[in-house]
């Protein structure tokens, strides 16, 4: 494996509009980016910290996986990204290792990235993203 830091935290939310005062006015982070992204029935926004970003998730769709998350389980932490190099490598080597995947194939993310989901059966019940930030 390949991991190179924590590139950001999904965290669920009710409420983009409810959430980011939080971010910004309490923790004085600074929201610089709110992106739809459909094809996951998700609106989000992003905030940085250090090399790190917090990409809150807001459901668009209660049939959607961040809609379903919420019904269940309230908002909360709802998956820890990872950045890596080399994502199909990572996912071959964690899928070699027993790892039930969820992405059997990297997929676009918000920002452009590539990312696949590993599950969270297989990861002590966090769900966990690799990500790739191939125009880099
Ligand atoms: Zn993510």
Redesign the pocket.
């Known amino acids: 494996m390949e991991l190179t830091h924590i590139?950001?935290?999904?965290i669920a939310v009710s409420s983009l509009d409810e959430a980011i005062p939080y971010y910004e006015d309490i923790l004085g982070l600074k929201c610089y980016s709110i992106e739809e992204v459909a094809d996951q029935k998700v609106k989000?926004a992003f905030f940085k910290i250090g090399q790190t970003k917090i990409?809150l998730?807001e459901s668009t769709d209660p049939e959607g996986p961040i809609g379903k998350f919420i019904e269940k389980r309230g908002p909360g932490v709802?998956?820890l990204?990872f950045a890596v190099n080399n994502i199909e490598k990572n996912l071959e080597e964690a899928k070699q290792k027993g790892v039930r995947l969820i992405d059997q194939t990297p997929r676009k993310?918000?920002e452009g990235?590539d990312?696949a989901?590993l599950h969270p059966k297989s990861t002590n019940g966090v769900l966990t993203?690799f990500?790739e930030d191939k125009n880099k």
Not at 7 to 10: A, D, L, T
């Open positions: 590139e950001h935290i999904g989000t990409e998730l709802h998956h990204a993310g918000a990235l990312i989901f993203e990500c």
